[in-house]
């Protein structure tokens, strides 16, 4: 079963996903925060799978929280929520660590697909938000966006953006698992993009996946 931390400054909201969760048996909830420095302290001596964090959380910028737990806890995976799409904000998130983003409104089986998928190291980004990144394209976007990618980076991109591990893309592509490897930290390099969560987000704006 999935562990979770909730930190949201709703104590109703937090403990209907609590109760629904437990419900449907599919996670446990360890713990849970009101507002950023609370979740902070109790990372100190809890180690859940997956944060559920508001965006709006109180006394602390989300993205700052993001940073802070990361820097301690690198491997930490982070679902970004929300009541209302700001995509400036979820992208900032992104590119701080966060590994996906979802909607309160979403209903119990996106929400349990999210959490599967990032757990397993996965990312999960809502249908709201991308929507939302596809409609600030502004147009198409130039050669320059893709021109500098390989055929074989692309295709590990879309790869990627299919929530393929390392282990799935070398097999897909019979190649080495650690030519895989080296092929994600390139494309990370050359695309500027601080993550694989990032990367997703790129590769949506600059049609390299459709979704």
């Given at each position: 079963?999935?562990?979770?931390?909730?930190?949201?400054?709703?104590?109703?909201?937090?403990?209907?996903i609590?109760i629904?969760?437990s419900?449907?048996?599919?996670?446990?909830?360890?713990?849970?925060?009101s507002?950023?420095?609370?979740?902070?302290?109790?990372?100190?001596?809890s180690?859940?799978?997956?944060v559920?964090?508001?965006?709006?959380?109180?006394s602390?910028?989300?993205v700052?929280?993001?940073?802070?737990?990361?820097?301690?806890?690198?491997?930490?995976?982070?679902?970004?929520?929300?009541?209302?799409?700001?995509?400036?904000?979820?992208?900032?998130?992104?590119?701080?660590g966060?590994k996906?983003?979802?909607?309160?409104t979403?209903?119990?089986?996106e929400?349990?697909?999210?959490?599967?998928?990032?757990?397993?190291?996965?990312?999960?980004?809502s249908?709201d938000?991308?929507?939302?990144v596809?409609?600030?394209?502004?147009?198409r976007?130039?050669?320059n966006?893709?021109?500098f990618?390989?055929?074989?980076?692309?295709?590990?991109?879309?790869?990627?953006?299919?929530?393929?591990?390392n282990?799935?893309?070398?097999?897909?592509?019979?190649?080495?698992?650690?030519?895989?490897?080296?092929?994600?930290?390139?494309?990370?390099?050359?695309?500027?993009?601080p993550?694989t969560?990032?990367?997703?987000?790129?590769?949506?704006?600059?049609?390299?996946?459709?979704?």
């Amino acid at each position: 079963m999935i562990k979770i931390i909730i930190a949201d400054s709703q104590a109703m909201f937090r403990e209907s996903i609590r109760i629904v969760l437990s419900i449907e048996n599919f996670a446990d909830v360890i713990a849970e925060a009101s507002d950023g420095k609370e979740l902070l302290e109790l990372l100190k001596h809890s180690s859940p799978d997956v944060v559920m964090m508001d965006i709006s959380i109180p006394s602390m910028n989300a993205v700052d929280v993001t940073k802070k737990i990361l820097e301690k806890q690198a491997e930490m995976k982070i679902l970004a929520l929300s009541s209302f799409c700001d995509e400036k904000l979820c992208l900032k998130m992104i590119e701080a660590g966060a590994k996906g983003f979802i909607m309160k409104t979403s209903g119990i089986e996106e929400l349990k697909s999210a959490l599967s998928e990032i757990s397993i190291g996965g990312n999960w980004f809502s249908d709201d938000l991308k929507q939302k990144v596809i409609a600030n394209l502004g147009g198409r976007p130039g050669k320059n966006a893709v021109s500098f990618l390989s055929e074989r980076e692309l295709e590990i991109i879309r790869l990627i953006c299919q929530s393929y591990t390392n282990e799935h893309i070398a097999e897909k592509i019979n190649v080495s698992f650690d030519t895989v490897k080296w092929h994600r930290a390139n494309i990370l390099s050359k695309t500027n993009c601080p993550n694989t969560a990032g990367l997703v987000i790129y590769a949506i704006k600059n049609k390299i996946f459709e979704i």
